[in-house]
């Protein structure tokens, strides 16, 4: 036989208060179940069917809740994302400093390296240095 709804809410409230939970209305138990599902992998569409709703809208807004470890789970992604983007543009910048950062001699006092256009001019110039050297001494 059919029951009364009335007796399957009041016998529901009974038990929650034996059991010493916080109010929760039987009805709350259909969008917990919901929220589960959702989070288990169940799509919107699937929810809406299993529910009765006209309206996706309607499941997407009363019947699901955003549980703690999925919340988790987005806040790590979204922080992965944003330190990932952070490691690659530091990467650029320390690679753009090297790029024009301005050589240093060596601090050792060893001679500094010479690029082979400039290795051959001061040579040129001591070699006319010498040449007019010996031609101002006089002979003896």
Same mark, same amino acid.
């Given at each position: ?70 919340? &988790? &789970? ?23 400093? &090297? ?42």
């Amino acid at each position: 036989m059919p029951i009364n709804p009335n007796y399957a809410t009041t016998r529901f409230r009974k038990l929650v208060q034996r059991a010493g939970l916080p109010p929760v209305r039987l009805h709350d138990l259909r969008h917990g179940a919901a929220s589960l599902a959702h989070q288990a992998g169940a799509d919107l569409k699937t929810l809406q069917d299993l529910l009765g709703h006209s309206s996706i809208v309607i499941t997407a807004d009363t019947c699901t809740s955003v549980l703690p470890d999925v919340q &988790r &789970r987005c806040a790590d992604a979204t922080a992965h994302l944003v330190l990932a983007a952070a490691r690659r543009t530091r990467k650029k910048i320390k690679n753009k400093a &090297r790029k024009n950062r301005p050589t240093r001699p060596p601090k050792t006092g060893a001679p500094t390296p010479l690029t082979p256009g400039t290795a051959s001019k001061p040579q040129a110039r001591t070699q006319k240095r010498d040449k007019k050297s010996s031609s101002r001494v006089a002979p003896t």
